[in-house]
């Protein structure tokens, strides 16, 4: 069988994988080792009871005859689409209808599938350093070899770890906001230069807003379609997974406006979202019934509070961690209206290869704490660190302890 040449050319494992083995090996030299785990970005809070109730019942209806789900609808149930629609955006005066929402089994596969959906010959604008989905995603599909072409953007101190329109055309562009992994937010102002790049050269905007709930700063936009003319240029990708534990269970949702407009080699217009339904009735099957029930139910109010409560104590860990690396002469970015922590060099600092890896092996010898290296991120994120928040209060002050004991 032939394979596809791709994935010669993609990194030797997913970060998060190599990430993983690393702390693998080093617990089998230390067995005794208590490592805090601030790497991958995996929740430790519960689901809402609310939410394991809706899918205790939902489970229960699986086994009547008479409330039976099958196959479920690709593009979700209506009773989430509609949730969605107006507790996430009309309640906040965006126009988004239900019809316009995808639910999905999370962010990540929505995020790698869009691929399908581009021409052969995209280009596609990445910042750098990036959620390595997005790059991994786009070289499958043979945009290092002999497919379009990747452009990244690269986020420094320079532009404040923001990437800004490019001088040349693409035709799509990511936006991940808060980022993963530098933790920074996207104004409005940054936003709507976004946007009118966009509408210029027709593009794409892929806004990533995964991290959305953590915004706390009234002036930060959550949402893409807060800004005018959004919908006509950019989908916007969400997951209940960091907003509400959803990690193992998966669901997220990505909405399509009907104005969305690409375009055919011949010249000729699409409609994304058509297009992205097309897709998904071919390739998807819908998420679960039962999961699809537990996120219904995460739009009533108590659950809306609890969440709320969780993501407050998240974003308290990150704001701990950031001053105490800050108190230990480091540079920080994110950890406000963020879970993630960005360590980065001096300004003028000569940066060298594998110094993220070896800021890694540093904090995990010396503080027991494991971290994801700048560098698996993309070039610019050499010399730098990533840290999260996700972890308990205790383990957080713990973490910050060590750190203040080391030499690190
Ligand atoms: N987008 C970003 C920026 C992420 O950091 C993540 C997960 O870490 C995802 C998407 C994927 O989320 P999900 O768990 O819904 O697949």
Known sequence: MLLNDNFKSLSKSYLFSEVASRIRDFKAQHTDADIIRMDIGDVTLPLDRCVAEAIAQAAM??????????????????????????????????????????????????????????G???????????????????????????????LYMPCTIDNGFKPTPPRDRVDVVYLCSPNNPTGTVLTRQELAAWIDYALDAKALIVFDSAYEAYITDPTLPKSIYELPDARKVAIE????????????????????????????SDGTAGNIHDLWLRRQTTKFNGASYVVQRGAAALYTAPAQQSLRENIAIYLNNAIILRDALRAAGHNV??????????????????VKKGDSWRLFERMLHECRISTTPGSGFGKCGEGCLRLTGFNTPENTLEAVLRIKKSTF
Request: charged share 20%; net charge negative; proline share 6%.
């Open 120 to 150: 052969s010959q995209a280009i596609v604008a990445l910042p750098d350093p990036v959620y390595p989905v997005y790059a991994d995603s786009n070289e499958i599909a043979g945009r290092f070899t002999t497919n379009g072409k990747i």
């Open 61 to 118: 209806e699986q086994s009547c005859v008479s409330s039976f789900h099958g196959y479920g609808p690709e593009q979700g149930y209506g009773f989430l689409r509609e949730a969605i629609a107006e507790t996430d955006y009309n309640s906040r005066g965006i126009d988004i209808s239900p019809d316009e929402i995808f639910i999905s089994d999370g962010a990540k596969s929505d995020i790698a599938n869009l691929t399908d959906i581009y």
């Open 237 to 264: 990708v969400r997951s209940y997974s960091k907003t509400a534990g959803f990690t193992g269970l998966r669901c997220g949702y990505t909405v399509f406006p009907r104005e969305l407009t690409g375009y055919f």
């Open 333 to 350: 970015a994110g950890g406000e209206n963020s879970p993630y922590v960005w360590i980065y060099p001096d300004y003028d600092a000569e």
